[in-house]
Every structure is written in structure tokens, then in C-alpha cells.
T-cell receptor, first 113, second 115 residues
Framework: KNQVEQSPQSLIILEGKNCTLQ??????????LRWYKQDTGRGPVSLTI?????NTKSNGRYTATLDADTKQSSLHITASQLSDSASYIC????????????FGAGTRLAVHP | ETGVTQTPRHLVMGMTNKKSLKCEQH?????MYWYKQSAKKPLELMFV???????ENNSVPSRFSPECPNSSHLFLHLHTLQPEDSALYLC??????????????FGPGTRLTVL
């Protein structure tokens, strides 16, 4: 069964600190891996998209890494801000069924002052 | 804003009611999706429409009935729902192509509560 597992389930950090969120997947073969940010009461918004041949992608203070051999990805947030409080969702797109995305359950991040 | 709008944003309905959720995209996409998001669970794909044709029904109960009159609009008709159907219902759109970076853009969702 294709699965995307994320850890931790939730995380609390202080403003200004860095953090790293993890994603392990079993989807194979896959086309690309995405990280989405979902604010409370809003829809997910794309942060990064990486193909299987890429191993890092940055978007401002967000840096995603991908190791296709170990089927792991991480999202690193630098110098966290209060506005980073949200759910972060790892999403894998299989090669077959390009529009049938497989979602992780997300990591709920709370940034405290 | 992502270019995908959904109405209503919140809906409370009884199990015998009939209601509809509406989604509209202003991005020129030709694929649209309905997802269900329950607390602490991954998004579940419900339906996919490509060029107004339904191409995916992910074993969704018949009390959920989608309608796609054109590439810009998508509806989800609801009738005789159960309390366990309470969730956030998200609409998304994308280009209907096999491009590897085919990104889906999500609306803000409708928070549905079934009493």
C-alpha cells in the first residue's frame, strides 16, 4: 500500500528557532514530492515541489530535502516566525495516476513568542 | 488567494437536509477535484474531473453527488448525510496533463457539520 508517514505529529518551538519536519514514503515509482503549508481554516498552499532527481529545494526560510534512495524527505524551517504556525503536509505524486496525490497526515507546528 | 473559491465556508445541516457545495476556479485549469479532510487524517481524494468528465470516484457513498457543468465550476450535492461526514471539504484545480510538476491549487474549504 502506498503510504506517506510524517513525524512528529505535532511540534512546539519558540520564535526564532529552527526546526525540521520528517516525511517517509513508500510510493514507488514516484514523480514528485511536495510540501504544503495549511493554515487553520484554510486550504493547503504549496511550498516546494521536487522531482525524483532533485535533492534540495528552497523557498525563503523553507528548505526541503529529498533522498530517493531511502525514500525520505525533510522540511527545514529557519528562524521561525509566529506566522509559521500551521500544518505542514508532505504529498507524493505517483508516476502512474499523475493527479492522484498521496497525502501525509501532516505535522502541526506551533511557534510561541 | 489561490484563485480557487469555495462557498459556503461553513455549513451546518441535519441528516435529512439537502445542500450543495460550490467551487469555482479562475486559473484556466481543466481538472478539478473534491477532497475530504477529517481531523488528524490525510486528505482523502473523493472525485476527479478532467475536461468536465468524471475520471475518478474513490468509492465515495452515493449520498455525495458531484457535478461539473464546465471546467471552471464544480459542485458537491449532499443528501441524507451522516454525522461521520462532518469534515473540511476541499476543492482543488490543476492542468489536466501528465506534466511531472502538475500542481494542484486548493480552495479554502467548506467546514461541514452534520447534526
Amino acid at each position: 500500500k502506498n503510504q506517506v508517514e510524517q513525524s512528529p505529529q505535532s511540534l512546539i518551538i519558540l520564535e526564532g528557532k529552527n526546526c525540521t519536519l520528517q516525511c517517509n514514503y513508500t510510493v514507488s515509482p514516484f514523480s514528485n514530492l511536495r510540501w504544503y503549508k495549511q493554515d487553520t481554516g484554510r486550504g493547503p498552499v504549496s511550498l516546494t515541489i521536487m522531482t525524483f532527481s532533485e535533492n534540495t529545494k528552497s523557498n525563503g526560510r523553507y528548505t526541503a530535502t529529498l533522498d530517493a534512495d531511502t525514500k525520505q524527505s525533510s522540511l527545514h524551517i529557519t528562524a521561525s516566525q509566529l506566522s509559521d504556525s500551521a500544518s505542514y503536509i508532505c504529498v507524493v505524486s505517483p508516476q502512474s495516476g499523475y493527479n492522484k496525490l498521496i497525502f501525509g497526515a501532516g505535522t502541526r507546528l506551533a511557534v510561541h513568542p | 488567494e489561490t484563485g480557487v473559491t469555495q462557498t459556503p465556508r461553513h455549513l451546518v445541516m441535519g441528516m435529512t437536509n439537502k445542500k450543495s457545495l460550490k467551487c469555482e476556479q479562475h486559473l484556466g485549469h481543466n481538472a478539478m477535484y473534491w477532497y475530504k479532510q477529517s481531523a488528524k487524517k490525510p486528505l482523502e481524494l473523493m472525485f476527479v474531473y478532467n475536461f468536465k468528465e468524471q475520471t475518478e470516484n474513490n468509492s465515495v457513498p452515493s449520498r455525495f453527488s458531484p457535478e461539473c457543468p464546465n471546467s471552471s465550476h464544480l459542485f458537491l450535492h449532499l443528501h441524507t448525510l451522516q454525522p461521520e461526514d462532518s469534515a473540511l471539504y476541499l476543492c482543488a484545480s490543476s492542468q489536466a496533463s501528465s506534466g511531472r510538476l502538475n500542481e494542484q491549487f486548493f480552495g479554502p474549504g467548506t467546514r461541514l457539520t452534520v447534526l
